[in-house]
C-alpha cells in the first residue's frame, strides 16, 4: 500500500476520527428517538445516507440498494373507523403481501392536519376537510414493499368515489369524495414527508417477514 506523507496521514486520521464521532453521535440520538437532533446532525450527510433508515425509498437489507423496497402511508379515515372497515382494509394490504411496520389509532389535531394538507388550504373543501378528518379517530399505518406507494395508489382508488373502480378500496366502500374513507400517500417524497410527519422512526420497525422471498424476488 502506498504510504502518505506524515502530515497527510494525520488529516485522513482525524477525518476518520470525525465521521465516526458523529456517526456515533447520530445512532445514539436516532435509537434514542430524538428526532430533532437527529435530523441536525444530518443537516450535513448526503440525502442518500440519511433516507436509510425510515424514508419512504427504504434500503434493501438484502442487496443495499436503494428504491428496491419502499415505505408509504395509509391511513383509515374517521368514516372508515366508525364504520368498522379497518380490519378489511388492513387485510388488502396484507393480502397483497404488504409489510406492516408502524400503526396507531389517534384523534389528530388540526395542525398535524393543516401540515398533511398543506397544498390544498386554498381549496374550497379544506375547511369540511378538516372538520371531517378531526370528527373521530384515524388508524394510520405504515406500509412497505416493492412500488407499495403506486400500487397502494391502485387499491385504494380514485379520489372520487364515483369515479373509483369496483375492487378499489374507495370503489367498494363509498360513495362520495368527502367521506372516501381512506388516505395514501401519491409519491416516493410525499410518503417521505407524511411518514415522518405522522411517525416517529422508534414508531417503526424493521422487520423481517417470513414470506418475503415467496412474495417478491430479492
Ligand atoms: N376532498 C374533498 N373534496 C374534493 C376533493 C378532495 O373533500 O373535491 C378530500 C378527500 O377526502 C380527499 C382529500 O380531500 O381524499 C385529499 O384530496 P386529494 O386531491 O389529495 O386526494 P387523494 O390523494 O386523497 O386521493
Ligand atoms: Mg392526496
Avoid at 434500503?59 to 443495499?64: D, E, F, H
Avoid at 398543506?118 to 384515524?138: A, D, I, N, Q
Avoid at 414493499?145 to 372520487?160: A, D, E, L
Avoid at 417503526?204 to 415467496?214: E, I, R
Wanted: aromatic share 6%.
Amino acid at each position: 500500500m502506498t504510504s502518505l506523507p506524515e502530515g497527510w496521514q494525520n488529516t485522513r486520521q482525524n477525518m476518520i476520527m470525525l465521521q465516526h464521532c458523529i456517526l456515533k453521535r447520530v445512532l445514539q440520538q436516532f435509537y434514542s428517538g430524538n428526532q430533532e437532533t437527529t435530523k441536525s446532525l444530518l443537516s450535513g450527510f448526503p440525502a442518500a445516507l440519511q433516507h436509510g433508515h425510515r424514508a419512504a425509498g427504504h434500503r434493501s437489507k438484502s442487496t443495499g440498494l436503494p428504491g428496491e423496497s419502499e415505505r408509504t402511508l395509509i391511513a383509515i379515515k374517521p368514516d372508515g373507523v366508525q364504520r368498522r372497515l379497518v380490519g378489511q382494509i388492513i387485510q388488502r394490504f396484507e393480502q397483497r403481501g404488504f409489510k406492516l411496520v408502524g400503526m396507531k389509532m389517534m384523534k389528530v389535531s388540526e395542525d398535524l392536519l393543516s401540515q398533511h394538507y398543506c397544498e390544498l388550504r386554498t381549496k374550497p373543501f379544506y375547511p369540511s376537510l378538516l372538520h371531517y378528518m378531526t370528527s373521530g379517530p384515524v388508524v394510520v399505518m405504515v406500509w412497505e414493499g416493492h412500488k407499495v406507494v403506486q400500487t397502494s395508489r391502485k387499491m385504494v382508488g380514485h379520489t372520487n368515489p364515483a369515479e373509483a373502480q369496483a375492487g378499489t378500496v374507495r370503489g367498494d366502500f363509498s360513495i362520495h369524495v368527502s367521506r372516501n374513507v381512506v388516505h395514501a400517500s401519491d409519491s416516493l417524497e410525499g410518503a417521505q414527508r407524511e411518514i415522518q410527519l405522522w411517525f416517529q422512526g422508534k414508531e417503526l420497525l424493521n422487520w423481517d417477514c417470513c414470506d418475503q422471498t415467496s412474495t417478491c424476488e430479492v
